[in-house]
């Protein structure tokens, strides 16, 4: 099993351009996360999804979009690229149940200069 | 809402030394659980330990212990015998139970604490 995969690793992109950030997990989780970590903070959750085609906001959702049309993927697209979007973008998944674990990917480091 | 605090920006230990490290949390729950998680600087976030709150007694792994004090809301990382390994950010996380005021089993992060270990 390769678990969460993300690509890119790393990104710089202009202010104003859009991107898609890849996701993809083979353990056939129903859940999956997807959070940003800012320099010298914790992590914090922009959208989620519980399922193929069901997905809601986090807690920092302005200026993404995601979509879940898969079991396997589910990638967050920045629309507009602003330079408060530099960050480290972590994607999770978990297989549901109270007591399972979330599993991270490796991140994907991108900077909107 | 919930929110999680670690009051030490950094730490240092000596190797094969015992340090603590500190999380208060906010809840109003009385049913959740708690994580530490550990990042070194590859970036990966990898499960240190967890705690369920109606457990009472402290989680160990190895090296790694908690003190987790619910009536007080905090829930420390005792790292024994520290290692060069150790040296990374260490995050708090809090995780209510599922479908419980919208939850849907995010984690809910610290700011971090960076260990050294000094040889």
């Known amino acids: 099993n390769a678990g969460v995969t993300q690509t890119p690793k790393f990104r710089i992109l202009k202010i104003g351009q859009s991107m898609t950030l890849q996701c993809a997990q083979d353990?056939?989780?129903?859940?999956m996360y997807w959070y940003r970590q800012d320099p010298g903070m914790g992590l914090k959750l922009i959208y989620y999804s519980v399922g193929a085609g069901i997905t809601d906001k986090g807690e920092v959702p302005n200026g993404y979009n995601v979509s879940r049309s898969t079991t396997e993927y589910f990638p967050l697209r920045l629309e507009l690229a602003a330079p408060s979007q530099t960050s480290v973008y972590f994607c999770?998944?978990?297989?549901?149940?109270?007591?399972?674990?979330?599993?991270f990917g490796p991140g994907t480091r991108l900077t909107v200069l | 809402a919930q929110t999680v605090t670690q009051s030490q920006p950094e730490m240092s230990v000596q190797e094969a030394e015992t340090v603590t490290l500190s999380c208060t949390y906010d809840?109003?729950?009385?049913?959740?659980?708690l994580f530490w998680y550990k990042q070194p600087p590859s970036r990966q976030m990898i499960l240190v330990i967890r705690q369920e709150a109606y457990k009472q007694q402290n989680a160990t792994e190895n090296r790694f212990s908690v003190n987790f004090q619910k009536a007080a809301k905090s829930f420390s990382l005792k790292i024994s015998d520290s290692q060069l390994g150790d040296a990374a950010m260490y995050f708090c996380a809090y995780r209510p139970l599922m479908n419980y005021g919208g939850s849907q089993g995010n984690l809910i992060f610290g700011k971090g604490t960076k260990l050294s270990v000094k040889p």
């Open positions: 353990m056939n989780h129903n859940y």
């Open positions: 809840t109003s729950e009385s049913d959740y659980y």
């Open positions: 999770a998944s978990r297989a549901g149940g109270i007591t399972d674990t979330q599993y």
